[in-house]
C-alpha cells in the first residue's frame, strides 16, 4: 500500500464480489471498508467507532486522501 497508508492484516475475498464466501458453507464475505481521511484523529476515531460498531468488518487501509486510497485498493486487488 501507498506509504501514508497503514494496511490492516488478513486478506480475505476481493472487494469487488460482496456475494462470495470465505470458504464456509452458505457463509457471506465480510464487509469491507477502506478508510481514507486527511486528519489523523479523526480518522482514528472512525476507525475505532466502526470496530466498535461494527466488529466483522474488515479495514482493507487507513489513508491519508483518497488517491492514496484508490492506490491501496489496487494493490489489495492486484490492479496496477
Known sequence: PPSSCRPRPARSLPVSDPTAN???AGAP???????????SLLRQALV????EAWPELRILAECED????????ADELGVS
Request: charged share 25%; no cysteine; glycine share 8%.
Open 22 to 24: 470465505d470458504g464456509a
Open 29 to 39: 464475505a465480510a464487509p469491507t471498508a477502506l478508510i481514507a481521511e486527511d486528519e
Open 48 to 51: 475505532d467507532a466502526l470496530r
Open 66 to 73: 483518497g488517491a492514496q486510497a484508490l492506490e491501496a485498493l
